[in-house]
T-cell receptor
Framework: AQTVTQSQPEMSVQEAETVTLSCTYD???????LFWYKQPPSRQMILVIR??????QNATENRFSVNFQKAAKSFSLKISDSQLGDTAMYFC????????FGAGTRLTVKP | NAGVTQTPKFQVLKTGQSMTLQCAQD?????MYWYRQDPGMGLRLIYY???????DKGEVPNGYNVSRLNKREFSLRLESAAPSQTSVYFC????????????????FGEGSRLTVL
């Protein structure tokens, strides 16, 4: 079964700066999908960004971008121009048949 | 715009009691999931249903049963609750990537906080 590892339990960043959250995964498959989800204190799960493994181009959504390294099985999330509203838990996820999540990184954006 | 609706939102049980968490989605998705979230452990998959009529175990299925009642509804049952099942439970649905046009994105309910004393 695929596994997802987030090695940074907590991170902090100053408002307006850039931060990168790390994620690695393990699979023997070639075609799969990767996601980053955000969970603010409201507990709601919100999709941040999605990446298809067959696409070499890194996905970008406004201030959020990924660095997808397929050979290294790495999928990091970069948040540019951090805002106070970015404070949340961030989960990396992998899907093939079902969806598996990492343990999460708690990000705090400081004013 | 109901999306994914799960009930109840809060429940307190005594050890040994049983209960069922209900989940319904109105997006005509094929796949549905039940996760539990515990501090420091992320979301762990309990069971999922890839399509109507099928269910499969996830990472932590022990102590739980599920029923995919129809395409819309997917319930989670605790037959004999234990304190270790104290958690926040999330139901989710998706249109899987194998369905041709599906994105695989999960749409989540608001979560159900269960406490077992």
């Amino acid at each position: 079964a695929q596994t997802v590892t987030q090695s940074q339990p907590e991170m902090s960043v100053q408002e307006a700066e850039t931060v990168t959250l790390s994620c690695t995964y393990d699979t023997s498959e070639n075609n799969y999908y990767l996601f980053w989800y955000k969970q603010p204190p409201s507990r709601q799960m919100i999709l941040v960004i999605r990446q298809e493994a067959y696409k070499q181009q890194n996905a970008t959504e406004n201030r959020f971008s990924v660095n997808f390294q397929k050979a290294a099985k790495s999928f990091s999330l970069k948040i540019s121009d951090s805002q106070l509203g970015d404070t949340a838990m961030y989960f990396c996820a992998f899907t093939l048949n079902d969806m598996r999540f990492g343990a999460g990184t708690r990000l705090t954006v400081k004013p | 715009n109901a999306g994914v609706t799960q009930t109840p939102k809060f429940q307190v049980l005594k050890t040994g009691q049983s209960m069922t968490l209900q989940c319904a989605q109105d997006m005509n998705h094929n796949s549905m999931y039940w996760y539990r979230q515990d501090p420091g452990m992320g979301l762990r998959l309990i069971y999922y249903s890839a399509s109507e009529g099928t269910t499969d175990k996830g990472e932590v299925p022990n102590g739980y049963n599920v029923s995919r009642l129809n395409k819309r509804e997917f319930s989670l049952r605790l037959e004999s609750a234990a304190p270790s099942q104290t958690s926040v439970y999330f139901c989710a649905s998706s249109e899987p990537t194998w369905s041709g046009g599906g994105t695989g994105e999960l749409f989540f309910g608001e979560g159900s906080r269960l406490t077992v004393l």
